[in-house]
């Protein structure tokens, strides 16, 4: 399973994913009567854009991590049984009891290494023309980051998938999906301090490099990242991905 995560922090500082994650709502075409599967929900911020869309609908919010499942039931605890919990690898076959009209997801599949695999899950739980809207970490996304962990003798990334577009489309093809359309843009994100960076940092980029470390030594090796970038920014490279399943 991929690792769990601090939900409590994560919900405090992903205010860019959930800005880019309520673009990529947008992109669904719903009538307000489908069953969505959110996969990678994290803290539920975004799902809970997603559901007053879907008024007669529900929606399963999936995640990899058990603590960021429990941050969304807690969230989204008024939309009662509109939602479905599950704790569930994206890397793996998925468990549903029924198929999805849509996928969305957010922040989420660059997390898995083998995307073949994923498009295969995903497909395997999308109905015939169904919709698939989500946006990752693309390729050239965090390079001063991938610098400094290389100057410090780490693989940058190495549980991470960065793929392009050309890459992406040609996965999803081979997986049976259609009207694939794959695009990068740039989101710079800037920080107000040191502090705040380092917080982003060991919570969200560099998340599986301190897990194992003691607090003490996560909290120095988190700093000598920091200092080795340019300014208080993170460039991020996203990736735009829309498609369906094939009918």
């Known amino acids: ?11 405090r500082i992903a205010d860019p994913m959930f800005r880019w994650g309520a673009v990529v709502v947008g992109w669904l075409e719903l009538d307000g009567d489908e069953r969505v599967l959110d996969a990678g929900c994290g803290s539920g911020r975004v799902t809970e854009v997603l559901l007053p869309r879907l008024p007669r609908g529900h929606v399963v919010a999936l995640d990899g991590s058990p603590s960021m499942i429990e941050e969304a039931r807690n969230r989204l605890a ?4 509109r939602v479905e919990y599950l704790v569930a690898d994206l890397g793996r076959p998925l468990r549903l009891e029924q198929h999805v009209d ?13 995307h073949d695999a994923l498009f295969a899950n995903l497909g395997a739980v999308l109905r015939a023309d169904g ?16 610098q400094a962990l290389c100057e410090l ?19 999803l093809r081979r997986n049976g999906f259609e009207d694939v359309s794959c695009w990068l843009h740039e989101e710079p994100t ?8 380092e ?10 490099q301190v897990q194992d470390r003691t607090p003490e030594d996560a909290r120095a090796f988190v ?14 490279v996203r990736l735009n991905i829309r498609a369906r399943r094939t009918g």
């Open 199 to 208: 917080t982003y940092l060991a919570t969200v980029v560099l998340g599986d």
């Open 1 to 11: 399973m991929p690792r769990d995560w601090d939900a409590s922090t994560y919900d």
């Open 131 to 146: 919709q698939l809207a989500a946006q990752c970490g693309g390729a050239g996304n965090l390079t001063t980051v991938a």
């Open 223 to 236: 700093a000598a990242v920091a200092e080795r970038l340019p300014r208080l920014e993170l460039d991020y």
């Open 190 to 197: 800037t920080f107000d301090s040191r502090e705040e960076l």
């Open 78 to 81: 008024r939309f009662g049984d």
């Open 102 to 114: 849509a996928i969305l997801s957010t922040a989420t599949f660059h997390w898995v290494r083998d």
């Open 153 to 171: 003798g780490v693989n940058p990334f190495a549980s991470k998938t960065f793929p392009t577009p050309e890459e992406t489309e040609e996965r």
